[in-house]
């Protein structure tokens, strides 16, 4: 089990996953395994719970699914970001750049 | 959200769905394992490890899932409601003409339903505004044999009413006389209801300022006291709270105002009595024991029933008490029966008639107008044959294409039902203005929640029909065979039977609306009896207290006066000017023929006149003198009588000399000094009862009304005429300004109104099935264009085509009209009560409506049977 300090802060799987698929679609799979080497282990998400969140995306409209072929040839469902999810992943990257920044000034000041 | 999320194409049972998505994912994360050098078996385990609780997160997945199907299949309903109304928009946007015709037909059936039933609504259904109205019931005497059905009632009955009947909680009588109140401005002629005590408990109407009267007011010694209504108080102390308190003068007697009553007052709409307006002041009045004693009948009567009685089991009490109190009081109340009536059937009683037949009228207009709608809809389905034969191919089932259908049915129904509300309420503001007093509104008009409600009715129904009429038949129709000649037929004979129908219920209306228009020019053409052009009224009132001799010598006066105005022909004054409302009327004999029972005494208007009465109204003289200076206040009794009296008694016979007996006042015998003509005194459409016209100098009446017959520009006289009145007397109120021409006029106003709203709406019928017969012509003839180019190569003549475009047309309206007369004949009967002068099989009206729908249908299909003639033969090879 991981430790405490690897676990992620309430509401940040939502922004990841989207970011994870603004570059290109990808199957569930996939964006457990570049979210595992991007955040290089620092991360770590128990990989069952990208799925329930990948169909609470697909609801809200941010995220689309489709099925397709794998690399090796199986069939595998894709999703992909959707104009609505861009303009959200947008919005939430700068709440998180502003939420970040006040929270550095705080704990990261000389005492 | 991009429709591809949503493709049916693609979407798998949702447990599957999770399922497939999570055996990829553990079998990619096995498989890198075993890459990585695990046994398989090991590789699972660590794979399944990772996954966490696969049951629960199964589950999880799966509700996520189902959420999000829900949420898209929402999402698509909505989508797919907004797309079919924006096709819909485009479907009426590409056709304005059309569109705009059918939602204005639509929109004036439904603006003129709710304008009428806005105003029904208002007038008979809203309860009088009394608490607990349903309790409160009119109580009359009626004589049966003579077919009174509400007479006032005696004192005499409604004192021992008040004290045997168990039906009842309380019981108030009251009369309503003409006063004259003085003080704080001009002298005010108003109308003074008297009433018994607990009026205002029995009626439960709060007081607006102060307090009602109270049991200590009806005292024998008590201050005189009054209550005045909201009107009354608005025009004489504009709304001033410090009314309460002050003393006033009403006829010489110095009262005070200790209330005042709201808008609406409690008037209750019995205004009628003797002497006409809803009254302006309440005053108590006691029950001296002397009447106990019968003599006249001029109260009336108002009685709260008692929790858990009926109105009928009220009546069955009172037939009861009938049968007592004819034996208490035989000679006074033989022939004589007491009734009982619900106050808002009283009060609905003279509008009930007019009303249903105008919401009648209305009604049938919308059923027109839903029908030409329908039909106009139908012709235009042949038109999107194609569009749907397309919509069909590309996969759209008849459920689809149905829910367009009614969406556009609903754009449609919709705009005309928010025209029509829009337009009704206008309509209903423009009208009630120049409605007569009873069938205006109790409150505000406007358009209550009711008519919303049947809007939406009306609106719903209009849907249903103009969405599933087309439906049907787009859903009958195989996309293959689209253009199948029996489909064709089959829509054509629907559209038959809808203008048929349409045409037939046109044909009800045009008569009844002939009808009406024959009585009111009947009524038009009645002699009143008097001459109505040319001739002025005023009235005026000496206060109750005034002596006689004062009464005698003001009159004399003022009528001597105003007869040597310039301008003047001839002067006089009466009692009741006739056709301007009820007047009193008493039982009468004559003195050389046998007493008739009591039961069988002829009623006779009684009018009392002074001066130039009968010259100046134009009644002519028939026998003997008018009255003159001889027949002063101590002379012997005279009387002038009418024709129909005169011949009542002694037919053939000269009248004069002769003595007659009138129950008014003393019973003194009255020697008749002349006759006149016969005068409609009250109702212009029957001459109801005999007249007996006493001397002003002999009676001492202090309400008169001056008439002066003054050439065509009389009215312009009024200025003088109130001057000299003045110069006689300044304390004298004047009122009831009039010419005669008005008055009559007045008297046949409701009637005339009437026929002019129904005529109206007949004609709108007429115009829409004259509609409906040129679009079914014209859709015979779009139909046909082959068929008729065929004939005309084959040698038919142009006069054969227009022939045979107009025979269908006219056989409808034919079959129509025979179907539309019986019905109107069956009909009839119910307007009787408001024809005159004429039958429901009146031929004129009848062949009117013949005429005119023949004409109407004739010319609706003459345009197209027009453009059938100028169909070229080659031309119509050409098609297809």
């Known amino acids: 089990m991981p430790d405490d300090h690897k676990d992620l802060i309430r509401g940040t799987l939502d922004p990841l996953i989207l970011k994870t698929l603004s570059a290109r679609p990808l199957h569930g799979y996939g964006i457990a395994r570049f979210l595992e080497q991007e955040s290089g282990d620092a991360l770590s998400i128990e990989e069952g719970s990208l799925y329930p969140a990948l169909y609470r995306l697909q609801s809200k409209g941010w995220i689309e699914a489709e099925w397709g072929r794998s690399e090796l040839g199986r069939r595998a469902k894709f999703y992909s970001l959707t104009a609505a999810g861009r303009g959200h992943l947008e919005r939430e990257t700068e709440r998180w750049r502003a939420f970040s920044r006040a929270v550095s000034t705080i704990l990261l000041a000389e005492a | ?880």
């Open chain 2, 1 to 880: 959200m991009g429709r591809k999320a949503r493709s049916p194409l693609w979407r798998l049972p949702v447990a599957e769905e999770v399922r497939e998505e999570l055996d990829f994912h553990l079998e990619m994360c096995t498989r890198e394992l075993i890459a990585e050098g695990w046994s398989e078996a090991e590789a699972q385990r660590r794979a399944g490890e990772r996954m966490g609780d696969l049951e629960a997160l199964g589950t999880a997945c799966r509700r996520a899932a189902r959420r999000r199907d829900r949420r898209f299949r929402f999402a698509d309903l909505a989508a797919e409601v907004t797309g079919d109304a924006r096709f819909a928009w485009r479907q009426w946007a590409r056709r304005p003409a059309f569109s705009a015709s059918l939602v204005l037909v639509l929109a004036l059936g439904i603006a003129a339903n709710v304008a009428a039933f806005s105003l029904v609504d208002r007038t008979l259904l809203v309860p009088p505004p009394y608490a607990d109205a349903g309790r409160l019931v009119t109580l009359w005497e009626a004589q049966p044999a003579a077919s009174k059905a509400k007479n006032v009632v005696s004192p005499a009955n409604f004192i021992a009413w008040s004290e045997e009947a168990r039906s009842f909680e309380a019981m108030t009588g009251f009369l309503t006389v003409d006063a004259t109140l003085a003080g704080d401005g001009e002298p005010l002629r108003t109308p003074l209801r008297y009433v018994t005590r607990g009026h205002f408990q029995i009626l439960e109407r709060p007081t607006a300022a102060g307090r009602p009267l109270g049991d200590g007011d009806f005292e024998p010694d008590a201050p005189g006291v009054v209550v005045i209504s909201d009107g009354l108080w608005q025009r004489r102390w504009a709304r001033s709270p410090e009314v309460v308190g002050r003393t006033v003068e009403i006829d010489g007697s110095e009262v005070e105002v200790v209330g005042v009553m709201p808008p609406g007052g409690l008037d209750m709409g019995l205004a009628f009595s003797p002497y006409g307006d809803a009254p302006d002041v309440w005053a108590p009045m006691a029950i001296p024991e002397a009447w106990r004693q019968p003599s006249g009948r001029w109260m009336m009567v108002v009685a709260r029933l008692a929790p858990g009685v009926t109105a009928a089991a009220a009546q069955t009490e009172m037939d009861g008490l009938g049968e007592r109190l004819r034996d208490r009081f035989p000679d006074f109340n033989e022939g004589w029966a007491f009734r009982v009536v619900p106050l808002t059937d009283h009060l609905a009683a003279d509008s009930r008639l007019p009303l249903l037949t105008l919401l009648g009228a209305v009604a049938l207009v919308l059923l027109i107008a839903g029908f030409n709608t329908a039909a106009l809809l139908l012709a235009r389905t042949a038109g999107r044959r194609d569009e749907v034969a397309v919509r069909r191919a590309l996969g759209a089932g008849p459920w689809r294409l149905a829910r367009q259908m009614l969406t556009e049915g609903a754009l449609l129904a919709s705009t005309a039902g928010a025209v029509g509300l829009l337009l009704g309420g206008f309509a209903l503001q423009l009208a009630v203005p120049l409605l007569p007093a009873h069938l205006a509104p109790r409150e505000a008009p406007g358009v209550g929640t009711e008519a919303l409600l049947l809007t939406a009715l009306l609106v719903l129904l209009a849907t249903l029909l103009f969405g599933l009429l087309p439906a049907a038949y787009a859903a009958r129709r195989r996309s293959g065979r689209a253009t199948g000649a029996g489909v064709v037929g089959r829509r054509r004979r629907l559209l038959a039977a809808f203008v048929f129908v349409e045409t037939a219920v046109a044909v009800v209306l045009l008569a009844g609306a002939g009808l009406l228009l024959r009585s009111t020019w009947n009524l038009l053409q009645v002699d009143p009896g008097f001459d109505r052009s040319g001739v002025a009224a005023l009235s005026t009132r000496l206060p109750n207290d005034a002596e006689p001799a004062r009464v005698d010598r003001t009159w004399g006066e003022i009528v001597e006066q105003v007869a040597a105005l310039p301008g003047v022909e001839h002067a006089g004054a009466v009692s009741n000017l006739p056709l301007a409302g009820a007047g009193p009327a008493t039982t009468y004999h004559a003195g050389d023929r046998p007493v008739p029972a009591s039961a069988d005494r002829p009623v006779a208007d009684v009018r009392v006149v002074r001066g130039d009465y009968f010259r100046a109204m134009g009644i002519p003289l028939v026998e003997g003198r008018d009255f003159d200076r001889r027949d002063a206040a101590d002379a012997p009794a005279v009387v002038v009588i009418d024709r129909a009296a005169a011949e009542r008694w002694w037919p053939g016979e000269s009248a004069l000399g002769r003595e007659i007996h009138v129950a008014w006042g003393d019973d003194r015998p009255r020697t008749v000094v002349g006759v006149v003509g016969s005068v409609h005194q009250v109702d212009l459409e029957a001459l109801a009862r005999d007249a007996v016209y006493l001397p002003h100098a002999q009676e001492g009446t202090r309400g008169m009304t001056l008439v002066v017959d003054g050439g065509p520009d009389a009215a312009a006289l009024l200025p003088a005429v109130r001057a000299r009145i003045a110069e006689v007397d300044p304390t004298l109120p004047l009122y009831d300004a009039a010419t005669l021409a008005g008055v009559v006029g007045e008297a046949s106003g409701e009637k005339r109104l009437l026929t002019a709203a129904v005529s109206l709406f007949a004609l709108l019928a007429l115009l829409l099935a004259a509609f409906g017969i040129f679009s079914i012509s014209a859709f015979a003839v779009a139909e046909r264009r082959r068929e008729i180019g065929l004939r005309m190569a084959l040698g038919a003549t142009r006069g054969e085509i227009v022939r045979s475009v107009l025979r269908p047309a006219a056989l409808l309206a034919a079959a129509a009209l025979a179907v539309g007369v019986g019905l109107a004949l069956a009909t009839a009967r119910w307007l009787e009560a408001l024809l005159f002068g004429v039958t429901a099989a009146d031929p004129w009206a009848i062949g009117g409506v013949v005429l005119a729908l023949a004409a109407g249908s004739l010319l609706a299909a003459w345009g197209p049977a027009r453009r059938a003639a100028a169909v070229a033969p080659v031309e119509a090879l050409r098609l297809e």
